[in-house]
């Protein structure tokens, strides 16, 4: 084997080690998110089956996190204020398996007892096509100044992407379930730093439909793993057969 011949096998060798332990660890990354997930998905899936809870008192709510405290179920009592309602554009929904096809979720401030307001989503209707007069009349009924017990899930506000729309003023209509920004534009005041995800009472007219939730968090880590670690494999394959290849023609 001359020196010159065996730059090209080492320095092959050297970019094969590498891309195979990038690929594993891509692999065994995609396992314990895999652990996690689950770990995630049996947390939610007890938390939603538990009996609603009293709301936490507004000196807790700092305390709340997403991590700990989110699809928590409770109840309380409050009363749907005279201000104007946000439409949340949604396809879908990947918790309630009753909802399908385009429409919008209704969120509307609710004053408490105490006098501290939360944001509720009161439910989905469905093919608004972002018809600002078509959310208008499904919620009207909501405002009857009258106090109402609320069954619901603690969820916590999402944060827009790269390439998520910008919400439309005009419409009050958003396209991320960030209360907190419609309670700043729209004028809703100080709110909980989370909303409540409507689940009972069910409105005479169906119309918001709130529901009860159920987890379906997608679980691919399996399918992602094995492809890294065939990828690693396919890789290891193909620098054998490259060496094998090379030590004929040095023969």
Same mark, same amino acid.
């Given at each position: ?7 090209? %096998? ?76 946000? /439409? ?22 609710? %004053? ?42 603690? %969820? ?65 880590? /399996? ?29």
């Amino acid at each position: 084997m001359t020196g010159t011949s065996a730059k090209p %096998r080492a320095g092959f060798g050297i970019f094969t080690v590498v891309m195979v332990i990038g690929l594993v660890s891509l692999g065994i990354w995609q396992l314990q998110r895999r652990v996690e997930k689950h770990a995630l998905i049996a947390a939610l899936t007890e938390r939603l089956a538990e009996a609603p809870g009293a709301l936490p008192q507004p000196s807790q709510w700092g305390a709340l996190t997403p991590a700990k405290d989110e699809f928590r179920r409770v109840q309380f009592q409050a009363t749907y204020e005279s201000k104007p309602d946000a /439409m949340v554009y949604s396809s879908g929904s990947a918790v309630r398996e009753d909802i399908s096809g385009p429409g919008t979720w209704a969120f509307l401030p609710a %004053r408490l007892s105490s006098g501290e307001t939360v944001v509720i989503d009161a439910g989905f209707v469905p093919n608004t096509m972002q018809d600002r007069a078509q959310q208008d009349q499904a919620v009207k009924p909501l405002h009857t100044d009258a106090p109402v017990m609320v069954t619901g899930y603690l %969820r916590f506000p999402e944060k827009a992407g790269m390439l998520t729309l910008q919400e439309n003023l005009a419409k009050r209509l958003w396209f991320t379930r960030d209360h907190l920004a419609m309670a700043a534009r729209l004028g809703w005041g100080t709110v909980a730093p989370f909303y409540i995800d409507l689940e009972q009472p069910v409105p005479s007219s169906g119309i918001p439909k709130p529901g009860p939730l159920e987890v379906h968090l997608k679980d691919d880590h /399996m399918q992602y793993a094995i492809t890294w670690f065939s990828m690693a494999g396919a890789v290891l394959i193909a620098f054998g057969a490259w060496l094998r290849a090379q030590r004929r023609r040095s023969r």
